[in-house]
């Protein structure tokens, strides 16, 4: 039982390039998300879902387009990098809500 | 709209000393109360929540918190810290269920000092 894994740990991009992050849970939580999480701001909500084919923005999905396509995935996809969006991103799920579990994160360095 | 202050950004205290770590939150609706630790360069991990019940809630290695509902406050507490407890704390609340995520605080780095 892996529970929550990320895919990639660390990445660097170049303004204006593209990257999918893999978030993959095999608890068989309905529910999943995406934070970000920058010094001196806690985390952040992108965008979340409820179930597999839902998807809903949180409170800073500018830049940020997810896709549920299947219940154990929720992918978060930077269409054309920016410097802002260097940041730490965290991949979470829970059942049905209440207690969430967190993935190891994943570095960005947008350049 | 919930909200959550962590009125400390830091809080130094000496190995063994009691600790408490402040957290109040506003929201017009019953919450969900959390406690997350982050180690550092790992994810986050729960110490525990506050669900309904008792206000009193203990969590994973020797710490608790109480709910306050009056003073729309969480503390998290500690009555003798180790140098391992050295992390970034995080208060996180939920309403409806949790569906639409948390809304964490800007987190209290805990030093501890030998």
């Known amino acids: 039982n892996a529970g929550v894994t990320q895919t990639p740990k660390f990445r660097v991009l170049k303004t204006g390039q593209s990257m999918t992050l893999l978030c993959a849970q095999d608890m068989n939580h309905e529910y999943m998300y995406w934070y970000r999480q920058d010094p001196g701001m806690g985390l952040r909500l992108i965008h979340y879902s409820v179930g597999e084919g839902t998807t809903a923005k949180g409170e800073v999905p500018d830049g940020y387009n997810v896709s549920r396509l299947k219940k154990q995935n929720f992918l978060l996809g930077l269409e054309s990098a920016a410097p802002s969006q260097t940041s730490v991103y965290f991949c979470?799920?829970?059942?049905?809500?209440?207690?969430?579990?967190f993935g190891p994160g994943t570095r960005l360095l947008v350049l | 709209a919930q909200s959550v202050t962590q009125l400390d950004s830091q809080v130094p205290v000496f190995e063994e000393a009691p600790v408490e770590l402040r957290c109040n939150y506003s929201s017009s609706v019953s919450v969900y109360l959390f406690w997350y630790v982050q180690y550092p360069n790992q994810g986050l991990q729960l110490l525990l929540k506050?669900?309904?019940?008792?206000?009193l809630v203990k969590g994973i290695n020797g710490f608790e918190a109480e709910f306050n509902k009056s003073q729309t406050s969480f503390h998290l507490r500690k009555p003798s810290v180790h140098i391992s407890d050295t992390a970034e704390y995080f208060c996180?609340?939920?309403?409806?269920?949790?569906?639409?995520?948390?809304?964490f605080g800007k987190g209290t780095h805990l030093i501890i000092q030998p």
């Open positions: 996180a609340v939920s309403v409806g269920g949790g569906a639409d995520g948390l809304t």
């Open positions: 979470a799920s829970s059942y049905f809500g209440s207690t969430q579990y």
């Open positions: 506050y669900l309904s019940g008792s206000t």
